[in-house]
Nanobody, 124 residues
Framework: QVQLVESGGGLVQPGGSLRLSCSVS????????IAWFRQAPGQEREGIST???????YYADSVKGRFTISKDNAKNTVDLQMNNLQPEDTGVYYC??????????????????WGQGTQVAVSA
């Protein structure tokens, strides 16, 4: 059974950085896509970044140039480096994998296995 556990969330001031990590157990990282989503209070869950099987990375426009996704096959983790964080980046961040779609991008319905989330708060 595949399980995902996120870590690295916390409180940071605007302009600061955080590094989130998604630890995958029960499988290798050989999924068609592994992504990070976030859900701000009162809003729908949105796709932030995904890394697909061939190593290509995709980002939402709101985080391009600030966030970087990477995967470490030896550690079986997928990280999200977040720089220049802003208050609008606040939310619960979720890791998810796609085991059924051939070419997933950043839609919630393309991902079928989810972690429990980690809270990120950006505030002065």
């Amino acid at each position: 059974q595949v399980q995902l556990v996120e870590s690295g969330g916390g409180l940071v001031q605007p302009g600061g950085s955080l590094r989130l990590s998604c630890s995958v157990s029960g499988a290798t990282l050989d999924f068609s896509g592994i992504a990070w989503f976030r859900q701000a209070p009162g809003q729908e869950r949105e796709g932030i970044s995904t890394i697909v099987r061939d190593g290509n990375q995709y980002y939402a426009d709101s985080v391009k140039g600030r966030f970087t996704i990477s995967k470490d096959n030896a550690k079986n983790t997928v990280d999200l480096q977040m720089n220049n964080l802003q208050p609008e980046d606040t939310g619960v961040y979720y890791c998810a994998v796609s085991s059924t779609w051939l070419f997933p991008l950043l839609r919630v319905d393309e991902y079928d296995i989810w972690g429990q989330g980690t809270q990120v708060a950006v505030s002065a």
